[in-house]
């Protein structure tokens, strides 16, 4: 299996699958984006991914699904038959059922716009600045059983001023994302990684 192959799942506008593909395109990302799969027929991400030329996107109702794992179930097939190693969950709203994420163990991709493990769930900007911490920023990790719980592979810092609001602070993590996001995924093709107890410990080459 081509290692640089991915599956990008968003559900929204797909900024983040926007500069995946950008980065891919200018050489700086090793990653080949086989397939996008949104969970909303309206969701601008298929749209750019049909614009930037991805070989198959793909709208799958969860509506013709009885359930989260039977729906979870077509994705996987999907991502298989288009011989993708890596799955990178780029705004994608849905939480993925314990069978999914054990099919593709060690293989989930995902980013959240906190300083994980603190800030977990939906609001991440928004439950920090609440908070009152002075620091925030954006997270890359391993998807497991556990919501925002998986291994970190990589973060980045951005401080919290004192005039922010949610949107500003959201704003200014989502710029730090579409660096940290494209370059993560290039080290895990160019230099893999390893695990050591929650540790995600980066091969040297």
Same mark, same amino acid.
């Not at 984006?33 to 027929?41: N, P």
């Not at 709203?93 to 991709?109: C, K, N, P, T, Y």
């Not at 906190?114 to 920090?128: H, Q, R």
């Given at each position: 299996?081509?290692?640089?192959?991915?599956?990008?799942?968003?559900? !929204? =506008?797909?900024? &983040?699958?926007?500069?995946? *593909?950008?980065? #891919?395109?200018? +050489?700086?990302?090793?990653?080949?984006?086989? %397939?996008?799969?949104?969970?909303?027929?309206?969701?601008?991400?298929?749209?750019?991914?049909?614009?930037?030329?991805?070989?198959?996107?793909?709208?799958?109702?969860?509506?013709?699904?009885?359930?989260?794992?039977?729906?979870?179930?077509?994705?996987?097939?999907?991502?298989?038959?288009?011989?993708?190693?890596?799955?990178?969950?780029?705004?994608?709203?849905?939480?993925?059922?314990?069978?999914?994420?054990?099919?593709?163990? !060690? =293989?989930?991709? &995902?980013?959240?716009?906190? *300083?994980?493990? #603190?800030?977990? +769930?939906?609001?991440?900007?928004?439950?920090? %600045?609440?908070?009152?911490?002075?620091?925030?920023?954006?997270?890359?990790?391993?998807?497991?059983?556990?919501?925002?719980?998986?291994?970190?592979?990589?973060?980045?810092?951005?401080?919290?001023?004192?005039?922010?609001?949610?949107?500003?602070?959201?704003?200014?993590?989502?710029?730090?994302?579409?660096?940290?996001?494209?370059?993560?995924?290039?080290?895990?093709?160019?230099?893999?990684?390893?695990?050591?107890?929650?540790?995600?410990?980066?091969?040297?080459?």
């Amino acid at each position: 299996m081509n290692h640089g192959a991915i599956a990008i799942m968003a559900s !929204g =506008r797909g900024s &983040n699958l926007k500069v995946i *593909l950008a980065a #891919a395109k200018a +050489g700086s990302c090793p990653v080949d984006t086989r %397939l996008v799969i949104s969970d909303k027929a309206t969701a601008a991400a298929l749209q750019t991914a049909r614009d930037e030329g991805v070989a198959q996107v793909l709208h799958i109702n969860p509506k013709d699904y009885a359930d989260r794992a039977s729906f979870d179930a077509a994705c996987g097939d999907a991502i298989e038959q288009a011989g993708c190693h890596w799955i990178v969950l780029a705004g994608y709203m849905r939480i993925l059922s314990a069978e999914f994420v054990q099919r593709f163990a !060690g =293989r989930i991709i &995902n980013i959240h716009p906190a *300083l994980l493990p #603190a800030f977990p +769930g939906a609001d991440g900007a928004g439950d920090a %600045l609440n908070y009152g911490v002075k620091v925030s920023g954006c997270t890359v990790h391993l998807v497991d059983e556990v919501l925002d719980g998986g291994p970190i592979l990589a973060q980045a810092v951005v401080p919290v001023l004192d005039d922010d609001t949610r949107d500003s602070l959201h704003a200014r993590i989502q710029s730090a994302e579409h660096t940290l996001y494209p370059e993560t995924l290039r080290r895990m093709v160019e230099d893999g990684f390893h695990i050591e107890g929650r540790r995600v410990i980066w091969n040297q080459v």
